[in-house]
């Protein structure tokens, strides 16, 4: 299994928590994005090393990709169709999208020219969550995107959502996550609020013009989320995603399973085991180096086995599986039992990783601090 990712790098207001890149239409317009995008999947496409991949996920991330005209999406898809076997049968496409920028008929047209799942960025369904998050939409606008969306056809529904932020208690997290339920998406992500540096967030947090909720109560609202969640069929299949039996997410999956991946765009990512590369996150220069045949490739590392090891067993720990011994040892020669010793016996004596005498995986209360545990495995 492995992916690609568009990254559409446009937003018509940056949340103040938000650290991804993004821009307004200002410097590069759309079209002459789309065409940057297109001459490095051009360039992308003549590497052997991705010519031998079998590619099975396409991801529009942003940014917010559903202010992106539908027919460039298009032009992508069938680009890549093209170049490489991505789009067969069973494929797994998905778009992000804000509930303002869409409505039925461009939901329709997404669906049409072969987008199969929907991302869908609520983040609450509380308006005085919303109006603290700095979002541009309102709750009603979130149902009615969520409604446009199943009356398009998509069978396939994500909904994002963020909590921990100032105010939030657990009964008003509990009427939010009821709501979803009665939605009822195919998958559900909830975030923990995060303070990233660089945001608008950050600079209030320094300021003192910012107090969030206590560790105490962050930790309810995450426990009130798995119990609710997985007492309604969800499976909490990695720390922050939950899904209906069959509808993880593939592309996300391949992430934390450490696998091949390319990234297109302005500061897109890509990883060819050993080889990792990131693009620059400078818009401009992204458009004026692809479509001038230049690399717009601003970092490189390869990395060596050890490296992958420890990466693959990081990633792995994120989700409800974890890692095996036994395929840790085929992948990459190495024994995480004999490797890791000391630390994985101290986590399974204070109960915070389980094993079943192959697999090692994080316990609720694991889970709860994934952070510092994830840390000692690095």
Known sequence: MAGLYFHIPYCRRRCPYCSFVSFDAHQVSPYEYLSALLAELETVSR?????????????????????????????????????FPVLKSGAEVTLEANPESVDLERLCILRDIGVNRISLGFQSLDD?????????????????AYEAARKAGFANIGVDLIYG???????????ELEEVI????????????????GTQFAHLLSCGDLVLPQEETVLALSDLADSLLTEHGYEHYEI????????????????????AYIGLGCAAVSCIPPLRRKNTADLVFYREAVCSFRSPV???ETLDNEARFRETVVLALRTREGFTRRGLL?????????????????????????????????????????????????
């Open 128 to 144: 005085t969550g919303l109006a603290f998050l700095g979002r541009i939409h309102t709750a009603l606008d979130a149902l009615h």
């Open 240 to 259: 922050s995603n939950f899904a209906r039996p069959g509808f993880r997410s593939r592309h996300n999956m391949n992430y934390w399973s450490n696998g």
């Open 330 to 378: 085929e992948r990459f020669g190495i024994d995480p039992v004999d490797y890791y010793g000391d630390v994985m016996d101290l986590f399974l004596r204070e109960g915070l990783i389980e094993s079943d005498g192959d697999a090692v995986y994080l316990t609720p209360q694991g889970r709860n601090i994934a952070n510092t545990v994830m840390a000692a495995f690095v």
């Open 47 to 83: 590497i052997p090393e991705v010519c031998a991949i079998d590619w099975d996920t396409i991801y529009f991330g942003g940014g917010t990709p559903s202010i992106f005209p539908p027919g460039h999406i298009r032009a992508l898809m069938d680009r890549s169709s093209v170049l």
């Open 182 to 197: 009665r939605l009822g998406p195919e998958h559900i992500s909830c975030y923990e609020l995060t303070i990233e540096d």
């Open 298 to 300: 601003i970092f490189e």
């Open 165 to 175: 932020w100032p105010g939030q208690d657990p009964e008003t997290w509990r009427r």
